[in-house]
Structure formats: structure tokens, C-alpha cells
């Protein structure tokens, strides 16, 4: 007697390009006057999207390693460049 298989859909963010990109498409539409956007609405609004805390950071690293983006000094902002 052969046991069911389980088969495991694709993570839509699991890959840190894929990622990044949709981070900085969530960016775009909520950067603020000074140019800022609030790590805590991105994080949340990316996690609304699908993706989880691991995939956010890997993505979130990525555009940095990219040059797409910059952390503010205080930590709680992003700036895109």
C-alpha cells in the first residue's frame, strides 16, 4: 500500500530576486514626503502578499546588496536610491 504523496506548493518569494522586487514595488507605493518608507508597513504589507519574515529579510538584503535601497540611520525607515 503506497502512502499519499504531499506535494508542497512554491513559495512566490522564495526567491531573494523575487523577493527584492516585489519589496521595492510595495515601496514605491508607500514611500512617504521625505522620501522614507516605514520598515513596519513594508514588512507588513509584503507579509499581506504572501511572503514571510525570512523571505522579506532575504529580499530586503537583496536590494541593498543591489543598490536599490538604503537603510535610514534610526533603523526604522528605507530609502530608495
Given at each position: 500500500?503506497?502512502?499519499?504523496?504531499?506535494?508542497?506548493?512554491?513559495?512566490?518569494?522564495?526567491?531573494?530576486?523575487?523577493?527584492?522586487?516585489?519589496?521595492?514595488?510595495?515601496?514605491?507605493?508607500?514611500?512617504?514626503?521625505?522620501?522614507?518608507?516605514?520598515?513596519?508597513?513594508?514588512?507588513?504589507?509584503?507579509?499581506?502578499?504572501g511572503g514571510n519574515?525570512a523571505e522579506y529579510a532575504?529580499?530586503?538584503?537583496?536590494?541593498?546588496?543591489?543598490?536599490?535601497?538604503?537603510?535610514?540611520?534610526?533603523?526604522?525607515?528605507?530609502?530608495?536610491?
Open positions: 500500500m503506497a502512502l499519499p504523496s504531499k506535494f508542497v506548493e512554491p513559495r512566490p518569494f522564495s526567491n531573494p530576486e523575487a523577493a527584492a522586487r516585489k519589496l521595492l514595488e510595495i515601496a514605491a507605493g508607500i514611500i512617504d514626503v521625505r522620501g522614507r518608507v516605514s520598515v513596519g508597513a513594508w514588512n507588513d504589507a509584503f507579509r499581506k502578499a519574515v532575504a529580499g530586503r538584503d537583496r536590494a541593498i546588496a543591489d543598490g536599490a535601497l538604503r537603510m535610514h540611520e534610526c533603523g526604522g525607515f528605507v530609502m530608495l536610491t
